[in-house]
């Protein structure tokens, strides 16, 4: 009986310092990019949430539909400022605008925030554009509190508004 011992050889030796060469350089290179990769996977998760911010604003009226007649911010669950009556996009009322300056930003940000079902801080800028170009500011919420990440994101939105049978234009700002 022939009897084999295990050999290591010159080429096994270094092949497998090689291999285990290439592993280590290839996780490396990986794990260098992950913090990238967060950081991009949070600026992105902003920028959806300003985005929808705006599109409850702007394309939805709210519940209940009709809140800017409520008598009592109690009875509103959320706030939109979609014009209901006409069934259109993009169209928000000034009636809306006006009933939402009635949640006092400065005061009561946390009741803002409740109405618009986020947990974060944002800040809200309603203008409407004039003939001539300018901007009149029509409504500002802003939170005391600076967020605690340097990610920012600003959503600016173009859209018509009804003033009492009036269609004029005006530009929603939603920052966080």
């Known amino acids: 009986m022939v009897k084999i011992k295990?050999?290591?050889t010159i080429q096994y030796l270094a092949s497998f310092i090689f291999f285990v060469g290439l592993v280590v350089l290839i996780y490396l290179s990986y794990s260098a990019?992950?913090?990238?990769?967060?950081?991009?996977v949070?600026?992105?998760?902003?920028?959806?949430?300003?985005?929808?911010?705006?599109?409850?604003?702007?394309?939805?009226?709210g519940e209940p539909i009709n809140w800017d007649t409520a008598a009592s911010p109690n009875q509103i669950k959320r706030i939109g400022l979609s014009d209901h009556t006409?069934?259109?996009?993009?169209?928000?009322?000034?009636?809306?605008?006006?009933?939402?300056?009635?949640?006092?930003c400065y005061t009561n940000f946390k009741e803002v925030q409740d109405k618009l079902s986020l947990n974060r801080s944002f800040s809200i800028f309603i203008f409407n554009i004039t003939?001539?170009?300018n901007r009149d500011l029509l409504y500002n919420c802003s939170s005391?509190?600076?967020?605690?990440?340097?990610?920012?994101?600003?959503?600016?939105?173009i859209t018509a508004m009804n003033n009492y049978g009036k269609i004029e234009l005006v530009e929603v700002i939603v920052q966080m």
């Open 86 to 104: 006409n069934n259109k996009t993009n169209l928000i009322l000034k009636s809306k605008i006006d009933k939402f300056h009635d949640f006092d």
């Open 42 to 61: 949070n600026k992105e998760n902003t920028r959806s949430k300003a985005y929808q911010l705006s599109e409850i604003l702007v394309n939805d009226p």
């Open 131 to 133: 003939d001539n170009g």
């Open 33 to 40: 990019n992950i913090p990238r990769f967060v950081e991009e």
């Open 6 to 8: 295990a050999q290591l």
């Open 144 to 157: 005391l509190v600076s967020p605690k990440t340097g990610i920012n994101a600003t959503v600016k939105r």
